[in-house]
DNA sequence: CTGAAAGCGCTTACAG
DNA sequence: CTGAAAGCGCTTACAG
């Protein structure tokens, strides 16, 4: 690791930033005036709230973050951690769609989001330095797979943190927000069954996931025990759900319908059965997971189970900045709808 | 903005976490010797570090990060700030490798890498207070377009800032690393030429980009001034190419190669072709730019120009800490290289 | 090699 | 409504 070698002469700190005692000295006040009036203005007369934001124009004051931070023990900013390798990222529209959620629905409380990726074990070890060093107030924890080892530091070091899903085995302990995956699995396995589709598989998730283990115990709550021939792994990814949808019809010739559980999958599911000669829905009817965007570029557009994303976001937010506040874990589970278009 | 009500009780001071106080009185030393052995142990005896890394591990300290950087005026950390709309950052492969590169890059130097959108003015309003706030000890700035108005704002702040790309417009006072797309380009269109193709078209990127710009430099300095009817323009999305490439088709019915300049553009142009009955590289020969993943998952593979984007962010990141250093703004620019796969 | 002390830029009771 | 003062947790000359 090289180490950054003293420098011969700072860019910034040659003309040293304005503080809080040049704008005092500026507008004629004290130091603790300004800073009064600076967070929030309460006592703090008109005459000199209007000195002071003067000497802030004038001086081009800004607020320096550390020292604030140092007395007030807050950053007023907050770690997002993607736990999955970065491609994953850049492949799954929801998370897109997470991110941007959280951005918004933290502004609205003035808190920054920092987005870091924590795809393999030197990532990992990094974000948790910096997460630990107290850099930020609590973390958005956005992972799909059980036991990450990051979880337990971030417990045993106190830092507030809300899950996206259900983290299996952490229910207790960490807050989570998550949608009613198995009742959505429901509503698609139900709705599979009244079309009249007798051969109902299942392309289900890891099951070291929420989403795979929810998803699948809906599909079996509609239909029993089932034919265990009926069912299928993918890994999330879209060649995933292509393989185990190829296993899957080569196992179960004569498979009507299909419920795969997420939609990116569901279209690698639309490729194989397409190149197979198979017609969907007529064939076979196809259900996804997830209504992200995908479900409507794909040839037929999905059938599918909506999550309440943006909702997910704020409430995600909403239970992290009561936990920074020392409200105790809590879970939020939200309403999945299915969203009927034409493979099924 | 609603502001974070103050905590009844708060979570974290609850158990107080240890300082370097508290690792001192367990070392037996003094708090300067602690800070010495933390900051490359220079002066510091055997004896003294082992009994301050037994203290370490005891009392669980970790740095506290707003204390050191207050005195250090330093936070270890950067802003990679993506000036797009952020769907740009899904759809575009590149910018995750750069992404990537630049942590890894940074990692070396125990630099923190923030990733920051800045895609509405909202966004703009918020990451411009965020950086200015001292928060970071530089920016990676990554955006395609010209005119924005951050860079102002960063640079009268006095914010070490390394663009990706050429900054047009701030080619002298904003450091910058780039791949030579001009000579991409040419290097494309002779090549092209040398296949012995006659009507050789290309869509161009926005005029306010540099690779818009070079790209189109690079085709005239091998064609000339060229028939204008060739000439199109396109926005670096997918859509945007088929929409150009179906525009050229239309003037130019006897198009027998065309240069995308970017391989998302190429993409779409691709389908284009191919619903116009045109076969690829036979009736029409098809260039990219960027040796992207897209290049190798079109149909037929895509000709290309290769950016290398790992040099780029390696380069970026050490401009910066440059930068940081107090060394003036620099420029580097890095080779392309035509690749020749089928679609040319 | 080590400790005592000053100081980084802020906030926040406290007394008025 | 306002100012003086303590203190947040560190680093860094300085003197020894």
Known sequence: MMSVSKPTRRTRSA?????????????GVSRGTVSRALNGGHNVSRAAQEAIARAIRKTGYVVNQHARSLVTQRSQSVAFILSEPQDRLFED?????????????????????????AGDSDDRRRVSRYVTAGHVDGALLVSTHAGNPLIDELLSRDVPVVACGRPLGYERSVAYVAADDRDGARQMVTYLKALGRKRIGIVAGPADTPGGVDRLAGYH?????????????????????????????ERVPDLDAVFVASDLMASGALTVLRQAGRRVPEDVAVGGFDDSSIALSTVPRLTTVRQPLSRISVEMVRLLVDRIEGAEPSAVILPTELVIRESA
Request: overall charge negative; some cysteine; charged content about 20%.
């Open 15 to 27: 003309k040293t930033r304005p503080t809080i005692n040049d704008v005092a000295a500026a507008a």
């Open 93 to 117: 529209p929801n998370f897109s769609i997470l991110l941007r959620g959280c951005t918004q629905a933290l502004a609205e409380y003035d808190i920054t989001l920092l987005l870091t990726i």
């Open 221 to 249: 709550d509609v239909l029993g025990p089932s034919d265990p021939a009926l069912v299928e792994m993918g890994d999330y990814t879209e060649e995933g759900g292509a393989a185990a949808m190829a296993r899957l019809l």
